[in-house]
């Protein structure tokens, strides 16, 4: 059966630190790829996304994340962190019609 | 722009009462979608829907009950509440199912 494993389930920055969150899915064939986030108290939003070709995408905010194939990966990164990026991180993975497998999220909190 | 809309927020229920979720977007999207978030746990799938009067199981349907009869809208049916459906629901439109879907802001549910 397929999986989303996000193995971060709490982080805890200061601002101005470096992210990275990781994600890993088990599933053999084609994928499209989510990063969602959910700040406190609001709904999902998509933060990026990634379908096919060059697999180092960009999303808002100034988050990227980069698909690796061979690692089953599609890891979330920020250079450098705010206050304001406090929320939930959710990995998805689509691996066809209307199977969209959510990771179990990653609570990020931004010390100012 | 309202986007996917909601109602109620919040909602207290005794076991073995009935309601309706409501949930309505006015985007024009074919596809939409019922999940719901246990603490701790990513979102899972309820029942989805393709477009109007297509309905189909997702992967945690049991106690639920959907209709599409309009575009716009997707009501999520519980007819015998029970404790183990306290949770978070969300509903989510989209385009097409390789486009990112949106979500409403949620429902909170308790169940007593």
């Known amino acids: 059966a397929q999986s989303v494993s996000q193995h971060n389930h709490h982080v805890i920055l200061s601002e101005a630190a470096s992210l990275e969150l990781g994600c890993n899915y088990s599933y053999g064939g084609t994928v499209n790829l989510f990063w969602y986030v959910q700040y406190p108290g609001q709904h999902l939003q998509l933060l990026l996304k990634y379908f096919s070709g060059d697999p180092l995408v960009k999303g808002i905010k100034g988050f990227e994340a980069e698909f690796i194939k061979s690692k089953f990966s599609f890891n979330l990164r920020k250079p450098s962190v705010q206050w304001s990026d406090t929320a939930e991180y959710f990995c998805?993975?689509?691996?066809?019609?209307?199977?969209?497998?959510f990771g179990t999220g990653t609570r990020l909190t931004v010390i100012p | 722009n309202a986007g996917v809309t909601q109602t109620p927020k919040f909602r207290i229920l005794k076991i073995g009462q009935s309601m309706t979720l409501q949930c309505t977007q006015d985007?024009?999207?074919?596809?939409m979608y019922w999940y719901r978030q246990d603490p701790g746990m990513g979102l899972k799938l309820i029942y989805y829907?393709?477009?109007?009067?297509?309905?189909d199981k997702g992967e945690v349907p049991n106690g639920y009950n959907v209709s599409r009869s309009t575009t716009e809208d997707f009501p999520l049916r519980l007819e015998l509440a029970a404790p183990s459906q306290t949770s978070v629901y969300f509903c989510?439109?989209?385009?097409?199912?390789?486009?990112?879907?949106?979500f409403g802001d949620g429902t909170r549910l308790s169940i007593l």
């Open positions: 998805a993975v689509q691996t066809g019609a209307n199977n969209l497998f």
């Open positions: 989510a439109s989209a385009t097409h199912i390789n486009q990112p879907q949106h």
């Open positions: 985007m024009n999207h074919n596809y």
């Open positions: 829907s393709v477009g109007a009067g297509i309905t």
